[in-house]
C-alpha cells in the first residue's frame, strides 16, 4: 500500500508540473520557423494590390489616302477618338513611307461620327493634302492615346490614278497661235496661142493632200476618250483659227493623226491672140497650235473616280484658200503689158 501511494503521489506532482508548463507557454507566441520544415506560416507575405486597369486604345478610322487630281499631293483623312475622353480631340501624327510629316489636332467637324457615336461628338475629324511624288506611298496614321492606353496606328498604300476618261474637250482658240504657213503648188498648166484669134479653154483637176492633228499633255496617265464624244478640232481658215464642224473625234494621246483631203479645181482660161497663160494651182498649208482642256474623269486603282480636267497642247496643219493664179505673157515670154480680164473660177473646194 505504502507503493502505491507514492506512485500516486508523484503522478500527482508529474502532472502538475506539465499543467504548469503548457499553462505559462504565451497564447500568441509565434511558430518555430527554425526547424528544418518550416510551418506554412513562416516566409508569408500579403499580396500586393493589383494594379489598376489601364486605359483604352483610341478607336482610328483612317477612311482614305488618295492621290490629288493634280498628282503632286496626297488627300489623307479619317476620324479618331479616344473613349477614356471620349469628347476630347485627339493628336495625329501622319507619316509617309516611314518619315512623319505632319501632326495635327483631329478636331474637324464630322457629323457622321456625331450620329453613329452621340457620345463621341462630331469635333473628331482630321483631312488634309500633303505634298507627294506621284509614286506610290505608305501613308500611316497615328492616334495619340489620352488614358493611359497604347497608341493606335494604321496604315495604307496611296490609292493612285491610273487613268482619265474624257467626255469632253474645249479649244481656248483666243490663245492659239499661227506658227507658220507655206504654199504647195498642186498644178501648172501653160496655154499657147500662137493665132491672131483669141481662144477659150478650161483647166480642172484634183489632188490628194496630207493633214495632221496632234495632241500633246503632261498628265502622266493614260487618257482614253468616250466614243460618245462629237467634236471638232481647230483648223485655219480665212485668216483666222476656228474650230471645224463636229463630228467622230479621233484622239491620239501624245501623238498625232493624219488624214487625205481631196482639193479640186476648174478655171476657164481666157487666150489672147499670139499670147501665153500659165495657170498655177496652190494651196495654202497652214501649221497652227493650240490650247486644249479635256474634261471627264480620273479613275483610281481602287475604282474611285474624281471629276477633272487634263490640259495640253493641240498642233494641226490644215490646206485652206484653193487658188489659181494666171500669167499673161507674149509669144517671147515676156510680160503682157495689159493682160485679158480673166473669168472666175466655177470650183475651188477642199473635201
Not at 22 to 51: K, L, R
Amino acid at each position: 500500500m505504502r507503493v502505491r501511494k507514492s506512485a500516486a503521489v508523484l503522478s500527482t506532482v508529474v502532472t502538475g508540473w506539465v499543467m504548469v508548463l503548457v499553462a505559462a507557454q504565451p497564447a500568441s507566441a509565434a511558430p518555430n520557423c527554425n526547424v528544418p520544415i518550416p510551418p506554412p506560416a513562416c516566409g508569408y507575405e500579403p499580396p500586393e494590390d493589383p494594379p489598376p486597369p489601364s486605359g483604352f486604345v483610341p478607336v482610328l478610322a483612317f477612311d482614305g489616302a488618295r492621290q490629288t487630281v493634280s498628282r503632286d499631293g496626297v488627300h489623307v483623312w479619317g476620324w479618331t477618338a479616344d473613349n477614356d475622353a471620349p469628347t476630347t480631340a485627339l493628336n495625329v501624327n501622319i507619316s509617309i513611307d516611314g518619315t512623319q510629316v505632319r501632326s495635327m489636332v483631329a478636331n474637324q467637324h464630322r457629323p457622321d461620327v456625331a450620329a453613329a457615336y452621340p457620345n463621341y461628338g462630331a469635333a473628331h475629324g482630321f483631312e488634309v493634302v500633303l505634298p507627294a511624288s506621284a509614286a506610290g506611298h505608305n501613308v500611316c496614321v497615328t492616334a495619340i492615346s489620352v488614358g493611359g492606353g497604347a497608341n493606335k496606328s494604321v496604315c495604307r498604300q496611296m490609292d493612285d490614278i491610273v487613268e482619265f476618261m474624257a467626255y469632253g474637250i474645249n479649244y481656248d482658240i483666243a490663245r492659239a497661235q499661227l506658227v507658220g504657213t507655206s504654199l504647195q503648188q498642186l498644178d501648172k498648166v501653160t496655154n499657147r496661142n500662137d493665132t491672131t484669134l483669141q481662144q477659150s479653154t478650161e483647166i480642172s483637176g484634183s489632188k490628194t493632200v496630207t493633214e495632221t492633228e496632234g495632241w500633246s499633255d503632261t498628265a502622266g496617265v493614260k487618257v482614253s476618250v468616250s466614243t460618245s464624244i462629237k467634236a471638232g478640232f481647230p483648223i485655219f481658215a480665212d485668216g483666222k483659227v476656228t474650230v471645224s464642224a463636229e463630228g467622230s473625234f479621233s484622239y491620239t494621246q501624245n501623238g498625232s493623226t493624219s488624214r487625205s483631203r481631196t482639193v479640186s479645181w476648174r478655171q476657164p482660161v481666157l487666150v489672147p491672140a499670139r499670147s501665153i497663160v500659165e495657170a498655177t494651182v496652190t494651196v495654202t498649208h497652214a501649221n497652227i497650235r493650240v490650247p486644249y482642256s479635256l474634261s471627264g474623269e480620273f479613275i483610281y486603282r481602287s475604282g474611285a473616280r474624281a471629276a477633272g480636267t487634263v490640259g495640253g497642247m493641240f498642233a494641226g496643219g490644215n490646206s485652206e484658200n484653193v487658188q489659181v493664179n494666171l500669167k499673161q505673157y507674149n509669144l517671147d515670154g515676156s510680160p503682157a503689158v495689159a493682160p485679158a480680164k480673166q473669168p472666175q473660177a466655177t470650183m475651188l473646194k477642199i473635201s
